[in-house]
């Protein structure tokens, strides 16, 4: 199996990287980087109302502590999370 396949995106990560600070520089956009998506993204599928598992699954992360450190919910959005779905 090449290292491209079973992959969501079959991109080059430092390609992406590379084209992402371009894009920043462009917009004028201090101070955000490429991983900080991550925290963002954690962040929205809690609020979606997924479950831990369901979350880690997708974060690829191995247990809750560090899973945790990922996580920033806006304390507003705790009124519109819905019911955890089944898996």
Known sequence: MSRREGR???YNGRSVG???RRQC???KIE???FHDLRHEG?????????SIEQVALVTGHK?????????HLK????HTIRAPRAA
């Open 8 to 10: 969501i995106f079959p």
């Open 18 to 20: 590379t084209a992402f």
């Open 25 to 27: 520089q462009d917009l």
């Open 31 to 33: 101070d955000l980087h």
């Open 42 to 50: 954690t962040s929205r599928l809690f609020e979606a109302g997924f």
């Open 63 to 71: 247990d809750w502590k560090m899973l945790r450190r990922y996580t």
């Open 75 to 78: 304390p507003e959005a705790l």
